[in-house]
Every structure is written in C-alpha cells, then in structure tokens.
C-alpha cells in the first residue's frame, strides 16, 4: 500500500516538473522581451540575458510617442467595447428567437448563419473591401464595429441557441401569462438564465476584437484611427528604429492584454473550450 | 375575430424584426453579398472602378492554375500548416496529459501554458522578430550552436521554421485547453477497471484514453488546421514574405492580388479556390477522425 502511494506521490512530481519546465520555455520568449525593454540599445547588443543595469523608461517614452498610444488604445477601446456589446445583444436575441421558432424562415437563416460559421473572412475580403466603401463607412468606429458584428453573430447565437434550448420552455410560458410580452420575457427571464454562455461570448469575441488586424485595416486606416494592431504594423514598416524602442512596444501592447487576461482568465479559458465548438 | 387574428400576426412579424432583424440585416449586408459578390466576380473581368465588366467564364481560375506564384504559396501553407498541426497537437495534448491528475498550482499552470494565445498576431510576429534576429543569434554565438545564429529571415527555410515555431507556441495553449476538457470528462472507472485488469500505462493511455479522446482529437486537428491555414497577420509581422516571396502564405498571395496589383476578380478567383482546398483537407480530416470515435 505504502509503496502505491509512493507511486502516486512520484507521479505527481513527475508532471510537475514537467509542467514547470514547459511553462519556463513558453514563457522565456515573453521575459526577454520585457526584460530588454528596460536597456538602452548598447546594452541589448552586448549581452541579451543580462539585467538591465539602469533600468528607466526611456524606451517606452519613446514608444508611447510613436505608437501614439494614448489613441491607439482609445480607438481599441472603443472598438473592442460597442462591437462586444452589440454582437451579445444581437446574437442572443437571435439565437433565442430561433431556438424557440421552428419554421422555414428561421430554418433557412440557420442554415445562412452556419455558412457564416464555415466561411473564412479571407473569402470575402476582397468584396468587403468595396463593400465598406461603398457604404462609406471607412475610417468610422462604426464601419468595424457593424463588421464585428456581422461576421461574429453567426458563432456567438449558435451559442445562445444552444444555452436556450437547455432551458425549460415552461418558464418563458410561466411568463407569458404572468402578461411579459417576447422581448421582456427574454431579456428579464431568458437572459439571466444564459447569462454564462454570454459571459464566454464576450471574452472570447473581446479577444478577438482586440487583437483583428486583417478586416479592421481595411477600415480603418487614417493615422488617428489606428488600432493598435495597425499602429504597432505601420510603426514596424515605416519608421527606421532600433530594437530597445521596439521591445518597448511590443510590451506595450501586450500589457493591456496581460491585466485582461488576470481579470477575466476563468471566461477566457471557458471561452476556448466553448468557441471550440466552432467546426 | 378577424381583426383580432390579423393584430396577432402583425405582432408576430414585429417579433421577428425586433429579434432577428438587425442580426438578418448585418450579416447579409457585410457577409451575404460580399461573399455572394465575390464568387459572380470571379467570373468576370471587373476592374473594380469602372460599371461595366464582361463574363469571361473560367478564365480567371485557368490565369490561377498557370500562377506559380500562388501554388508556390498555396503549397508553403500546406506545408507549414503539416507541421503546426502536428507539433501543436502533440504538445496540447502532452500537457493537457500532465495536468489531467491533481497537481498542485494546475490552474496557474493552465493559465501560463495558454497565455501566448492571447496576443495578437501582429504583435506576436514582432516580438518574436526579437526573438529570432537578437535572443536567439546572442544565444548561438555564445554556445556554438550555429542553428540558432543563422541569419533568420534571408532564406526560405529559416523563415518556415521561424513560422512554425511561431504558430506552434500560440497555439498549442488553446489545444492544451481544449484536451484539458475533454480529459475531465473521461469516466475515472474506465482507466481504474484498466488498471485493476493490469494494463500497463501506455497500454491504458493507447487503448483507453486515446479511443475515448477522439471527439477532442477531431475538434483540436480541425481548430489547428484552420487556424494554420489562414494564416496571415504573424505571416506579415514576421517574415512579411521574405526573402523574395519565399514564406508567402495563400493569404498574403491573395491580398497582393487583389489589393497591392489591384486585380480583384483574379484575387476572387485565388480565394475561391483557397477555400475550396482548405474545405476538402477539413472534411478529409473530420470523416478519417471522427469514424474513430467511440461512445463512451
């Protein structure tokens, strides 16, 4: 008996460290990083590993005033939040309407809904394109924010509908005769009851948003509507810099991604195994 | 009776608006005609400014079949994609494999194993530009090892791997997760009546686990294969298709296409064609997995 336990004991070591170890080279690339954010260029050239003798934040200085963070950030920001707000609005409402109307017309947009799922953007990008100017909606919050939209309601109602339909009807007609029209009973009764399911939407699509740079470069691309996405590839292809500026922007652009990810860490990583569903 | 049954319905199609109306209007105005719209000027010869354009049939897909260019990149993503999925999936499911019994610390450890997978790819291409061009040239100076001092990016195959590297470690934390779930939904019993009937580890890992992981290994290949193959942010950032065009993946080829030579019907065709090859290796690669699965 002693001797399985002892067993069981060394197996847990085992994948710790194992564990451990893999987390320390994942994470190695990151360290360098921002660790050589902190040097001046001379000191990065002569020895990448060492700590930064005077650490300051001169690099970062200079990458903020580059990036012009402050709006890049601001225009992410805005991006990020109306696209997340609307796509659970929409979706949800959609998804619960057509999990609960079974007829040809909601058919049909099932089936449209599931291409849009199956459908890689780089399909229609070259459409979309002219699409966005053809409907003006160029350099506009609301030309990404309306695009976000429209190519994430397909996944995230999916989503809905299933969380709906594990819901028993009985309480929706409980609320019917309780005198709730459709749209009060889904969002007083319906939508608490999903509330989860939209808590992954969101962090997933937050994301995604967040870091897009394929679509939302085709809309936006005057210099004060930049993303930080597009900031961060304008300022890698146009300007000539050395590598201590451009640490600092890279770990710039992560950060807002790190406490992100601190706060929201149980949804994300909830929201990957449910947006798998995906395919 | 009438009046009351025809406000009923009037009712009922506000319903409709109001719930799927703005989703209906959206998706078809941005993805419905665009991808509509795409496909009919794949058969034209549309500039793309002037009104009127020309049926030309098939002469587009006949300009993508000669564009060596294209298969060059058509084949590069295959290829770099090969690897990808291969090495990801191994790693997802190795780790999601250590973390499968209680250890201590598992959630931090999940956490940091997934972390790379939430930086974006344009960001994610730079940093590791840093990575390859100063880390890793230091690193290989210092120990000899001349593998990691080459000069990255100024051929083919250090740009490849570079990519490959890349995309491995963002994406093997998602798959890690995704394996992680479907380990926590294996029935204990399975793998204790294993043990009890004195099955050794790789025997229950083999004959046990992986049968029963199927639904997960057919989810994680087909996230991974996409992903791989649309490839085009850290394709950018990264290698931006150097040297001379030679780590160009199909998205890259398309967008110059379409946008940097200004061919949109020609870069329609390329698409269409891309996506018609990327559906059939996914559905290949469902029917050979998924007719592995068992019931548990």
């Known amino acids: ?279 | 009776m009438q009046l009351k049954h025809k406000r009923k319905r009037t009712k009922n199609i506000l319903n409709y608006v109001i719930f799927m109306g703005p989703s209906i209007l959206f998706f078809t105005v941005l993805f419905l005609i665009p991808l509509f719209t795409e496909i009919v000027f794949a058969f034209t010869d549309w500039n793309g400014i002037d009104r009127g354009f020309n049926w030309v049939g098939l002469y587009q897909f006949k300009r993508v079949l000669q564009d060596d260019q294209y298969w060059y990149s058509m084949w590069f993503t295959i290829k770099f994609s090969f690897f990808v999925v291969i090495f990801s999936n191994l790693l997802g499911f190795f780790w999601a494999y250590l973390l499968s019994r209680r250890i201590p610390l598992a959630n931090l450890w999940k956490a940091l194993i997934y972390l790379p997978r939430i930086l974006g790819g344009v960001v994610l291409g730079y940093l590791w530009r840093f990575i390859f061009q100063e880390v890793f040239v230091q690193f290989g100076e210092a120990t000899g090892w001349s593998w990691f001092s080459q000069m990255w990016f100024t051929t083919a195959s250090s740009s490849f791997w570079a990519l490959v590297i890349v995309m491995t470690w963002t994406l093997s934390g998602y798959l890690m997760v995704i394996y992680n779930a479907g380990f926590s939904a294996i029935d204990d019993t399975f793998i204790e009546a294993a043990t009890i009937d004195g099955a050794s580890k790789p025997q229950i890992l083999f004959k046990v686990i992986i049968p029963l992981l199927m639904p997960s290994i057919t989810r994680c290949l087909f996230i991974a294969i996409n992903w791989a193959m649309l490839l085009y942010d850290t394709n950018l950032s990264l290698t931006n298709g150097n040297p001379f065009r030679l780590s160009e993946g199909v998205t890259m080829n398309i967008y110059s296409t379409a946008f940097q030579t200004n061919q949109m019907t020609f870069g329609a065709a390329k698409s269409f064609i891309f996506v018609l090859i990327l559906v059939v290796i996914s559905l290949t690669q469902v029917k050979l997995t998924s007719s592995r699965e068992v019931q548990q």
């Open chain 1, 1 to 279: 008996m002693t001797g399985a336990k002892f067993k069981e004991r060394a197996d847990v070591v085992i994948r710790l460290i194992l564990v451990a170890v893999s987390v320390i080279i994942i994470l190695i690339p990151i360290y360098y990083t921002v660790m050589n954010s902190f040097k001046d260029a001379k000191e990065i050239a002569d020895n990448i590993s060492a700590l930064p003798k005077h650490p300051n934040l001169d690099n970062y200085k200079d990458a903020w005033r580059r990036l012009n963070f402050p709006v890049a950030f601001k225009n992410t920001f805005i991006v990020t939040l109306f696209s997340t707000i609307g796509v659970v609005i929409f979706a949800s409402m959609n998804g619960y309407w057509i999990a609960r109307h079974n007829n040809p017309f909601t058919k049909v947009w099932t089936v449209l809904f599931l291409s849009g799922m199956s459908v890689p953007f780089q399909c229609i990008m070259i459409t979309f394109a002219k699409m966005i100017g053809l409907l003006n909606l160029g350099n506009k919050y609301f030309g990404v924010v309306v695009s976000f939209w429209a190519l994430s309601i397909p996944m995230a109602m999916f989503l809905t509908s299933g969380a709906v339909k594990s819901i028993p009807i009985e309480i929706e007609e409980a609320a019917i005769i309780d005198g709730c029209n459709a749209f009060t009973t889904f969002w007083l009764v319906v939508f608490p009851l999903i509330k989860g399911t939209i808590f992954t939407i969101a962090s997933l699509n937050v994301l995604t948003y967040w870091n897009n740079y394929l679509m939302t470069q085709f809309i936006l691309t005057k210099k004060n509507m930049r993303t930080i996405q597009i900031a961060m590839q304008s300022l890698f292809n146009e300007a000539l810099f050395s590598w201590d500026t451009a640490v600092a922007a890279v770990s710039l652009s992560m950060l807002p991604l790190f406490i992100f990810f601190i706060i929201a860490q149980k949804q994300v990583l909830g929201g990957a195994t449910a947006g798998a569903v995906k395919g």
